[in-house]
């Protein structure tokens, strides 16, 4: 190579458990062709940043050969995690929503049951005790 | 007018690193350019077998970005997504120890003990009449639709995950020593 391989460490870079999540926010020229939608709007940037980093691969190789292992090998990275990546992505989303769900309509009953069940039952029971109180006291007048 | 759009960190970095004379804006609009004649393209074909490397090359030029593309989009989603994941699991094992220790521990006793005092406060009514007292003169009375009724109710049994794995084991060592 000429130059610096732009898809060095691109492996590592696809670890998505461990790469890390900060994000950088780019503004970019609204194009009326542009998809409104923010994440096909980020499939477009990315492909266009890939394309980017293909033509700097083609430059810093010294032959076609070199720029074809470079590419290929980065693309050979890619297609390993897909698999995995889509896999995750689907079933950690999907738990996640599950989860969100219970936690809803789990957090409901339990307010449910800290704000209305408890001290229903504790002002239950407040009533039962003097009632029961009142009867005793009639019964033992009633027998004395 | 402008439209914004988030990557991860590490992917702008490593355009940044390839062409190191370019600000951010320039390289942002010459992506989405890019991005936009490939991805209004047509899909390119599975690579050619034996090609020569001019083709191969050609071929990787056209599909490898879009692919990439796909690929990194969807990986935005998942490590966008951790912190999500991370908090939608413990947010259910905090509600679920919540709900646990309040089935458990603390709506039971109430709930027996007002049974019972149900139970003595009917006794003593019923002892009454057979005094010959009518129980409804005495008060305070209680206003029983207003009450919760607990007469039938039966404290929950929670079994640990343990003793639940030590039924299904000894129950398949059952079935298959028959």
Known sequence: ?144 | MMRSVMVLAVDWERLRDAYPDRTDKWLAADAVRRGLRLVQGPVADAGPSGPTADRRLAWLQASFPRRSGSICTQRFDLVTGRERFRRAAEMERRTYDEHLELERDLVPPLKERAKTLRAELRALEEQLRQLGVDPEGIEPKIDWPRTLAVDTYTRPHYEPNESRRRRTVEFFRRTTRG
Do not use: C
Request: no cysteine; hydrophobic share 40%.
């Open chain 1, 1 to 144: 190579m000429n130059g610096p391989d732009p898809f060095e460490g691109l492996e590592r870079d696809l670890d998505f458990w461990n790469v890390s999540d900060k994000t950088v926010e780019l503004a970019v020229p609204g194009d009326p062709d542009l998809p409104a939608e923010d994440g096909h709007l980020r499939f477009v940037l990315y492909a266009g940043l890939f394309d980017l980093l293909t033509d700097q691969a083609v430059l810093a190789a010294e032959s076609e050969e070199e720029a074809v292992e470079v590419i290929d090998h980065a693309l050979s990275s890619v297609n390993a995690v897909e698999p995995t990546l889509r896999y995750e992505l689907f079933e950690r989303g999907s738990t996640a929503e599950r989860q969100e769900l219970v936690v809803r309509m789990r957090g409901r009953e339990v307010a449910m049951t800290r704000e209305w069940v408890i001290p229903h039952v504790e002002q239950d029971i407040e009533a039962y005790q003097a009632r029961i109180a009142a009867l005793r006291r009639a019964i033992e007048e009633r027998a004395g």
